[in-house]
């Protein structure tokens, strides 16, 4: 699979009409040892080095359009998602960060316009506990669907499936506009925290209606 992926990366591109002018792409299999869940990532070039200073590693930072492997490769995901290596970076490999993280693909998932029916997993499970990145694919998930490697629809089936989620893609930068991802995160982060500070506030009324 690894040796498939490598050589035939262009091809692939290719029969999914994948503009290589405007999108990069990257593809990880692991160096030696095949890696839990293997990806393929397309995200907005312009949009990646206006949002974070990012021409490369697409996986790490923003946001952009993934195949993700399934560890025990028996689906595939088509995924809205985000680089989950910055937030860990940033905030630390913890609950907070994974509830953070979590956060802002359902702030997006709610303000996104797309077709439920077409896209319907809110949430993917990618069968890895230990694998840092991997679990991070879940939490950043926004929207997609997932396929059974064993039966899988045909390419033009999978090439529209893409192309429309290409289309919620440009809505997702139209929404984030000229904003950074230090700022954005830090915006989210404040929204989590003020959301958890007017629940602790509502517990406390409520728990003080009742003496």
């Known amino acids: 699979?690894?040796?498939y992926f490598s050589i035939h990366l262009d091809e692939f591109l290719d029969a999914y009409e994948v503009d290589q002018e405007k999108y990069n792409y990257e593809l990880s299999i692991g160096?030696?040892?095949?890696?839990?869940?293997?990806w393929i990532t397309i995200g907005d070039k312009e949009f990646l080095i206006r949002f974070a200073n990012n021409r490369d590693f697409l996986a790490q930072?923003?946001?952009?359009i993934v195949f993700l492997f399934e560890s025990n490769m028996e689906k595939?995901?088509?995924?809205?998602?985000q680089g989950w290596t910055y937030y860990e970076k940033r905030y630390g490999k913890n609950d907070n960060t994974r509830n953070l993280?979590?956060?802002?693909?359902?702030e997006h998932?709610?303000?996104?316009?797309?077709?439920?029916?077409?896209?319907?997993?809110?949430?993917i499970i990618l069968n890895v506990s230990k694998e840092r990145t991997p679990k991070g694919y879940e939490y950043g998930h926004i929207c997609g669907k997932g396929y059974d490697l064993n039966n899988l629809p045909s390419i033009?089936?999978?090439?529209?499936?893409?192309?429309?989620?290409?289309?919620?893609?440009?809505?997702?930068?139209d929404i984030i506009g000229d904003g950074k991802i230090d700022d954005?995160?830090?915006?989210?982060?404040?929204?989590?925290?003020?959301?958890?500070?007017?629940?602790?506030?509502?517990?406390?009324?409520?728990?003080?209606?009742?003496?």
Not at 76 to 81: I, K, Q, R
Not at 101 to 106: E, G, T, Y
């Open 1 to 3: 699979m690894r040796d």
């Open 109 to 123: 998932r709610e303000k996104l316009n797309y077709d439920k029916n077409r896209f319907p997993n809110d949430h």
């Open 31 to 38: 160096a030696g040892v095949m890696t839990f869940v293997p």
């Open 76 to 81: 595939v995901y088509l995924s809205l998602n």
């Open 156 to 173: 033009d089936e999978m090439k529209e499936d893409l192309h429309q989620l290409m289309i919620v893609y440009d809505e997702l930068i």
């Open 101 to 106: 993280v979590s956060n802002i693909s359902r």
């Open 61 to 64: 930072y923003g946001f952009y």
């Open 184 to 211: 954005f995160s830090e915006m989210i982060k404040s929204l989590a925290c003020k959301e958890i500070i007017e629940e602790e506030t509502d517990e406390q009324e409520y728990q003080k209606n009742l003496m």
